[in-house]
Antibody, heavy 121, light 108 residues
């Protein structure tokens, strides 16, 4: 069965960076795009971008351009999302999601359990 | 950017009743690339519907989606106790992907 297991909660100071990992199992890692979505406390869902796990190509939401970097390590079926220059309003649960369709960017079928990132001085 | 507006914000119903949730897009969605998600407190969202009307794997047939262009609907034919949650619509017609603000379905 498909599983996405994310790294644990992090507490960071403003201006720092955070790197969240997402280990995939139960399917061919390079066959599906990985997308990242975040959710601030008590708020809605916000798309951050995607990574083509096959060739490493990325597409980021304009809001995060210059601050977010999505990478992957195919040898260990793991995707990463790094966010820099953290601010207090980056406090959120960050989710990795596996795409619905193989080799295509569509919507989010499988979700990780979420990683809480807290930004506070 | 496509803005999705859901209505109502809160829907109060009883188990056994029919629920109708709406999602309006600021511009027409190509190929009806509209999905619905259900989220329970403290959990990750769950995909219910994709492509406007296709149920995701394992989703009961009391959930159905319809619509086209800019107006979409999620219908739950007969509410079960486990259906009370927050529901989000999401478009994948264009980038950036966007979500509606959510509709909270609560027990009356």
């Amino acid at each position: 069965q498909v599983q996405l297991v994310q790294s644990g909660a992090e507490m960071k100071k403003p201006g720092a960076s955070v790197k969240v990992s997402c280990k995939a199992s139960g399917y061919t890692f390079t066959g599906y795009y990985m997308q990242w979505v975040r959710q601030a406390p008590g708020q809605g869902l916000e798309w951050m971008g995607w990574i083509n796990t096959s060739d490493g190509g990325t597409n980021y939401a304009q809001k995060f351009q210059g601050r977010v970097t999505m990478t992957r390590d195919t040898s260990i079926s793991t995707a990463y999302m790094e966010l820099s220059s953290l601010r207090s309003d980056d406090t959120a649960v960050y989710y990795c999601t596996r795409d619905l369709r193989e080799n295509w960017v569509t919507t989010f079928e499988y979700w990780g359990q979420g990683s809480l990132v807290t930004v506070s001085s | 950017e496509i803005v999705l507006t859901q209505s109502p914000d809160i829907l109060s119903l009883s188990p056994g009743e029919r629920a109708t949730l709406s999602c309006r897009a600021s511009q027409s969605l190509s190929s009806s690339y509209l999905a619905w998600y259900q989220q329970n407190p403290g959990q990750a969202p769950r995909l219910l519907i994709y492509g406007t009307s296709n149920r995701a794997t394992g989703i009961p047939d009391r959930f159905s989606g319809s619509g086209s262009g800019t107006d979409f609907t999620l219908t739950i034919s007969r509410l079960e106790p486990e259906d009370f949650a927050v529901f989000y619509c999401q478009q994948y017609s264009s980038s950036p992907r966007t979500f509606g603000q959510g509709t909270k379905l609560e027990i009356k």
